[in-house]
């Protein structure tokens, strides 16, 4: 079976400080992609990292960044420099190369961002 | 603009009616998928095509529900004899032939009364 679990429902940062947010998975198969996805209160879903689980180097995208520990199935999102326009439902989500060719959320985290 | 877009945005029907959700994909994917998000939730997988083939079929799909994609571009959702627990966003999103990256379009929004 595949799994996503995200353990913490909310999470609140200051502006301009960073802040992690958490993610646990599930599989037994080795070629599977990891995402971590962004939901504004407009309700459309935006990427926002992808992670290979073949690579070792965790991926970044500008302010964005991810913990990958493929032993551990974690893999964590990192925001630095947070925004007011980070604020949103966070999920993460995993997709296998083979078998089940579908994206499977974790319950999602509700960000938000103090001024 | 060449993102996915979904129509109607939302939709409000009584129990035990009809109702058809289209969803056209970006031109370029040959993969398209159907997921349903209830309040609080993360997106649970409906179904997807590749092309005009429907490939994979959720258990949360039941008979009430089918989806086409005729001519392998727009898909249509149908949900037959609607009931309150249908009540959801339906999230439609397209992919390439790898299927990794996964663009979503805004959702409709059903509310079964």
């Known amino acids: 079976a595949q799994t996503v679990t995200q353990s913490q429902p909310e999470m609140s940062v200051q502006e301009a400080e960073t802040v992690t947010l958490s993610c646990t998975y599930d599989t037994s198969e080795s070629d599977y992609y990891l995402f971590w996805y962004k939901q504004p209160p407009s309700r459309q879903m935006i990427l926002v990292i992808r992670?290979?689980?073949?690579?070792?180097q965790n991926a970044t995208e500008n302010r964005f960044s991810v913990n990958f520990q493929k032993a551990a199935k974690s893999f964590s999102l990192k925001i630095s420099d947070s925004q007011l326009g980070d604020a949103a439902m966070y999920f993460c989500a995993s997709f296998l190369i083979q078998g089940a060719q579908k994206l499977v959320f974790g319950q999602g985290t509700r960000l938000t961002i103090n001024p | 603009d060449t993102g996915v877009s979904q129509d109607p945005r939302h939709k409000i029907t009584k129990r035990g009616q009809n109702v058809t959700f289209r969803c056209d994909p970006i031109s370029e994917h040959n993969r398209l998928y159907w997921y349903r998000q209830t309040l609080g939730q993360g997106p649970e997988f409906l179904t997807y095509?590749?092309?005009?083939?429907?490939?994979?079929k959720s258990r949360l799909l039941s008979d009430r529900f089918s989806a086409e994609r005729p001519k392998g571009s727009f898909s249509t959702l149908e949900i037959q004899r609607t009931e309150q627990g249908d009540s959801a966003m339906y999230l439609c999103?397209?992919?390439?032939?790898?299927?990794?990256?996964?663009?979503f379009g805004p959702g409709t929004r059903l509310t079964v009364l």
């Open positions: 999103a397209s992919s390439s032939q790898t299927g990794s990256e996964q663009f």
């Open positions: 095509f590749q092309n005009e083939a429907q490939l994979e």
């Open positions: 992670q290979e689980a073949y690579k070792q």
